[in-house]
């Protein structure tokens, strides 16, 4: 096959590494854990196989640029399969993603498959996919992990993996600080940063440096904490609730306080790559992650012990002892595509044959969003162990901001940051919360 073709562009914002993590209700369903690579899946894959003779090129667009290896592996494997086609990975970071994909498709040359977050960022693509729900695996993908990509009854994106999110915390750290057992209310956290202070250790690591980190995962929390998150958007967007009146937004600015006022480093100088350098070296103990983020931590440091932990706002122990789980990409097929028979062949091999569900299962080490194909328990790593033990347990809550107006996630980011900057108060940050989602709520 000669050099690979999987291109990794890299970004200004390095924290959109992280957007790998998407959009899902909250009562999407686990497989069992196994440590076979396969399941007891009807699909043999031979469906898969594109037709043979007239070379086809399948260019597909992803943003999952923590998988770079990975891609490259299942490049080389597909065409080793199917020589008569030519698979071309373009790995943009999240960041840059949407600007790429805009520019694509309104040049004429949109990718035959491109990933989505799902819910509002899939509505935004939506009149340019193509319906899978006749595909042979949409049968079998989990309870909940179609509704990011779906209209009408109608399933239009094909979800990669489940993932999830929390705070990610260096166990010997904790040890050393004499930290037995884990936060699950604000109360006991602040225990935990006076233990880890008192031992030497800076107890965070912020990547605060871009409008990312703060606008998505730290946002998400005291949305996705709400009684009835769609409900809560739905009372914003008709006025009968604002976010400075809105439950637990003002708890959850204690954590963030407590985060940017404990860090290892000025804040804002923390882009994620530093983040991720940073935290393996052992220069904090907490900071944010999830599984998307272990293959770039355990390259830095594959002796760190590392774990997910959850971010509690108040000392509401049932509430906070949580962490954030999803679909983490969907891949959608361009409806306009030349190729799209060749697409969808490509996704029916990934799910149901042997080796596309060993890639998936051991080589990207994701939790499968498919009912026959349980997730390897030796090859998810220390993160998404602890990640399935929570789904596992049921303590989840959804990625809220997949629902967002679009834009809001970056203003909300941007406020955060300026308050961390000293240039405005808690208070005006509630306040510009409000104004951007009356902006941008259409």
Not at 37 to 61: C, F, I
Not at 128 to 155: H, Q
Not at 224 to 245: C, E, N, R, Y
Not at 347 to 365: C, D, H, P, V
Request: charged share 20%.
């Amino acid at each position: 096959m000669g050099k690979s073709k999987v291109l990794f562009k890299v970004a200004a914002l390095c924290t959109a590494v992280m957007v790998v993590v998407a959009g899902c209700s909250t009562n999407v369903a686990s497989n069992d854990s196994a440590t076979s690579t396969t399941g007891a899946s009807t699909n043999t894959g031979a469906s898969a196989a594109p037709a043979s003779g007239e070379k086809v090129t399948l260019k597909l667009l992803l943003n999952k640029t923590e998988s770079v290896e990975s891609f490259k592996v299942l490049e080389k494997e597909y065409e080793t399969e199917f020589p008569n086609v030519d698979l071309q990975i373009d790995l943009t970071m999240g960041s840059e993603f949407g600007a790429a994909l805009k520019t694509r498709f309104a040049s004429g040359q949109g990718p035959d498959i491109f990933s989505s977050a799902g819910y509002k960022d899939f509505e935004l693509w939506s009149e340019r996919v193509e319906d899978l729900s006749a595909e042979p695996w949409v049968s079998d993908v989990v309870d909940g992990a179609s509704d990011g990509a779906s209209i009408d009854g109608k399933l239009y994106g094909f979800p990669l993996s489940i993932d999830g999110y929390g705070f990610m915390y260096n166990k010997d750290l904790f040890a050393k600080a004499g930290i037995t057992e884990l936060p699950t209310t604000f109360t006991a956290l602040k225990e935990v940063v006076s233990k880890l202070k008192a031992a030497d250790i800076a107890p965070f690591i912020t990547p605060f440096g871009e409008w990312y980190t703060p606008g998505v995962f730290e946002a998400n929390n005291p949305v996705a904490k709400q009684v009835d998150p769609d409900q809560f958007f739905a009372d914003l967007s008709s006025g009968a609730i604002t976010i400075p009146k809105a439950p637990l937004f003002d708890d959850w600015l204690n954590l963030f306080e407590l985060e940017f006022k404990n860090a290892h480093k000025e804040p804002l100088s923390i882009d994620y790559m530093t983040m991720v350098t940073d935290f393996a070296n052992g220069e904090g103990a907490i900071t944010n992650g999830c599984g998307c983020s272990q293959p770039l931590v355990l390259a830095a440091n594959p002796d760190i012990n590392v774990g997910v932990m959850p971010m509690p706002i108040n000392d509401d122990a049932v509430l906070n002892d949580k962490i954030f789980v999803g679909v983490s990409t969907y891949l959608l097929v361009n409806k306009d595509s030349k190729v799209k028979d060749a697409a969808k062949s490509f996704l029916t091999w990934l799910s149901s044959s042997k080796e596309g569900q060993r890639l998936i299962t051991e080589e990207f080490a994701y939790i499968p969003a498919f009912k026959s194909m349980p997730s390897n328990a030796e090859k998810l790593g220390p993160l998404g162990t602890d990640i399935k033990k929570y789904i596992d347990e049921g303590k989840t809550l959804g990625l809220e901001y997949n629902k967002y107006p679009e834009g809001l996630s970056t203003e909300w980011g941007s406020t955060l940051q300026k308050w961390v900057a000293g240039e405005i108060n808690r208070t005006q940050v509630l306040e510009e919360f409000q104004a951007s989602w009356v902006k941008l709520d259409k």
